[in-house]
């Protein structure tokens, strides 16, 4: 973390504000930062409202300015860090003072708020595509799955008026390299304290994760390979929505980022974790990165579920289902249930019969575009048969429970609960889901070289995968019947 007071002890700051272009046009504001959400109030305003063009002596045409959704701003305030950029900026409301539109500079009043996606406290960037080659994000239970301690006690059995505490941070970091040679990730320990008194002292531990990039990634390119995949493994991991709790950046110096994905109100801790890091080593990190820009939008399917962002049961059912076809098209792009010998000797016999004209075309446009590929049920099967062997408990009787998906799926495309479901139908078709569920999450777990059999103790110990399975078992004996 970076020792500055905005906005970490001070949410809103007065100060001046430009755009890149415009330095020697600063203008008073309200910088304001709320959770995720970034605010600037500027009076005057910092772009025009009107924009006029004269069409004689003594004429001019007004009309409103088209007002751009990609500012870039910058500031100036007076508390630590001064500097600060503001990423993603855009009018949200705008207020002159009428009857002055000829006034130009000498115009009456004017007021403008913006709001951005990014704020940036620590240094001016016009550019931003800057490529920032540090990170240093912290998300909820990073230190849980970190599992790297800071503090040892020592008790002395023949003295027991005697107990010494021991903080030690050096020498405990570990690294591991990103996919590609783009850089590399750093975790260790880390320790805050206050001096000693009277009172006694205060110490916090947790843990750091510090990324190197190479080249450098621009900010919507680390929330993309980087934010989103932690917050999206430890919700996965531990069943809790979990959030980046704090970014900083490092571009010439450390800078503290604020605004989208990142929420200092969210939990230091959530739930209980499937696995930490000494069951599969600080490689798997980055492998888990690279795996989930590759699988794209799967693991966010499932993360939305965890966070109850859809509205119904039916919604949830309907993602999974699609979430399947997505996963197994990226890990198998290749899969085919038919020979291309197979079918370029139907294409011949189409063309040879006597079939209708329509049909025999619809039918050779099949043949030619997708006929070949697999179908839905045998992508529910080629994906739920390795988390089948391993963890048996999460699928039961594959035929049954790859029958019970597809059916679902079916049922779901085609609307046929339009009539409302009833609230058994509704409980099993949740049921089903977390199954579900689980196969496409330790699927991808798997995928990210998790043997299968370090899955089948984590979950043989997860309280909440063997809560779901008595629920499951419960609402599909003859699936998950033994």
Known sequence: MTNAEFPSKTAQSLGKFWLPDADDSPVSGMLSVDGTDVRLEVSPEI??????RNTGPGKAAVKLSDQPDDMVVLGS?????RKVTLWDAQTTHQTQLAGLFFAGKNAGPSRQGLKATWCVAGQHLPDPDTPLCGVRPDVTNLAEWARLPALATTVYPRDPLKLDWHMNVRNKSLDAELANGAGYLTLAPSARHSPPDLRGLHVTTTSQLEI?????????????RVLRPLADLMTLLSGKPCVIR????WADTWCSVHGYQIDPAGPETAGELLFTRPHVG?????????????????????????????????????????????LHRTLDPDARRFSVEQIDNSLEAVEASNMPTEVSQSLSTALRQYWHEYSYPQRVKALAEPVAEAVPACIGRLSRWKEQVVNQRIALAHGLGQNGLSVDQIRRMH????????????????????????LAKTTEDSERFNDQCHNWRHSWPKVFSA
């Open 47 to 52: 772009t025009p409202m009107f924009l006029i």
């Open 77 to 81: 305030i007076p508390m630590k860090p």
């Open 212 to 224: 190197e990039l190479f080249q450098g990634w621009s900010l919507p390119d680390i929330a993309m």
């Open 246 to 249: 704090s970014l900083d950046v």
């Open 282 to 326: 600080l490689e798997f990190l980055p492998r888990w990165f690279d795996l989930h820009q590759r699988t794209t939008p799967v693991p966010q399917i499932l993360a939305a579920v965890i966070r109850n962002e859809y509205p119904t049961v039916e919604a949830d059912a309907l993602s999974l289902a699609t979430a399947v076809e997505a």
């Open 431 to 454: 049921a089903l889901n977390q199954s579900l569920h689980w196969m496409l999450t330790l699927r991808l777990f798997m995928e990210a070289g998790i043997d299968g059999s370090i």
